[in-house]
T-cell receptor, first 112, second 113 residues
Framework: DGGITQSPKYLFRKEGQNVTLSCEQNLNHDAMYWYRQDPGQGLRLIYYSQIVNDFQKGDIAEGYSVSREKKESFPLTVTSAQKNPTAFYLC???????????FGSGTQLSVL | EDKVVQSPLSLVVHEGDTVTLNCSYEVTNFRSLLWYKQEKKAPTFLFML????IEKKSGRLSSILDKKELSSILNITATQTGDSAIYLCAMDYSGGGADGLTFGKGTHLIIQP
C-alpha cells in the first residue's frame, strides 16, 4: 500500500538531547513537509522540500533541522535549541508543490 | 496575523443534527482552499475548492467557496458519532511560494449520541 510512514509514534526527549523523527513515503512524491501541531494552534509549517537535496525553512524552523538525501525520506531533527519541543509532529507529501497533502500518522514528542 | 480563520473553534451537537463549519481567509490571490478531517492522528483529505470548482459534495458532506466573501463553509447533514473530529481548513495562495498550505486552527466537532 502506498503511503507515508512516520516513526516512532511516541518519543521522549531529555533536556539537551537531539532527537530525530523519521518520515518515509512510497508515493513517489517530490514535495515533503513537516508540520507541528499544538492544541488550539492548528498546523504550523517547520520545513519543506520540493526536491532531493533542497529544503526551505517554514514559519517556525528555529531549533529544527532536516535533510533530503533521498526522495522517499525527509527526517526531522529536533535540536536542543528548541526549548519547547512538546507537540504532535506531522509529516506530509504532495505530488507537486501546492497540491493536496497526504499526511502520516504523526509522532508525539514529549520532554522528560 | 492569521490568514485562515475557522469558526467556531468547538461545537457540540446531537446525532442527526446538521452542522455548518466556517472558514475565512485574508488573501485575495488564493489558488485553492482545502478541507481535512482529523479524527485521531493523520488528517484525511475531504475537498479542494478552486476558482473552477466552488462546490463539492460527497455523501452527507458538502462544501461551498464564496470568493466574493473570501470564505468557505463545510456542511454535514444527519450527523453521526463518527463525524466527531477536528475539521481543518487550509489555503494555498500564489505568492506564498511552494511552502505547502496555510492552516486554520480547526473546529473541534463533537457529536453526542
Amino acid at each position: 500500500d502506498g503511503g507515508i510512514t512516520q516513526s516512532p509514534k511516541y518519543l521522549f526527549r531529555k533536556e539537551g538531547q537531539n532527537v530525530t523523527l523519521s518520515c518515509e513515503q512510497n508515493l513517489n512524491h517530490d514535495a515533503m513537509y513537516w508540520y507541528r501541531q499544538d492544541p488550539g494552534q492548528g498546523l504550523r509549517l517547520i520545513y519543506y522540500s520540493q526536491i532531493v537535496n533542497d529544503f526551505q525553512k517554514g514559519d517556525i524552523a528555529e531549533g529544527y533541522s532536516v535533510s533530503r538525501e533521498k526522495k522517499e525520506s525527509f527526517p526531522l531533527t529536533v535540536t536542543s535549541a528548541q526549548k519547547n519541543p512538546t507537540a504532535f509532529y506531522l509529516c506530509a507529501s504532495a505530488d507537486s508543490p501546492n497540491e493536496k497533502l497526504f499526511f502520516g500518522s504523526g509522532t508525539q514528542l514529549s520532554v522528560l | 496575523e492569521d490568514k485562515v480563520v475557522q469558526s467556531p473553534l468547538s461545537l457540540v451537537v446531537h446525532e442527526g443534527d446538521t452542522v455548518t463549519l466556517n472558514c475565512s481567509y485574508e488573501v485575495t490571490n488564493f489558488r485553492s482552499l482545502l478541507w481535512y478531517k482529523q479524527e485521531k492522528k493523520a488528517p484525511t483529505f475531504l475537498f479542494m475548492l478552486t476558482s473552477s470548482g466552488i462546490e463539492k459534495k460527497s455523501g452527507r458532506l458538502s462544501s461551498i467557496l464564496d470568493k466574493k466573501e473570501l470564505s468557505s463553509i463545510l456542511n454535514i447533514t444527519a450527523t453521526q458519532t463518527g463525524d466527531s473530529a477536528i475539521y481543518l481548513c487550509a489555503m494555498d495562495y500564489s505568492g506564498g511560494g511552494a511552502d505547502g498550505l496555510t492552516f486554520g486552527k480547526g473546529t473541534h466537532l463533537i457529536i453526542q449520541p
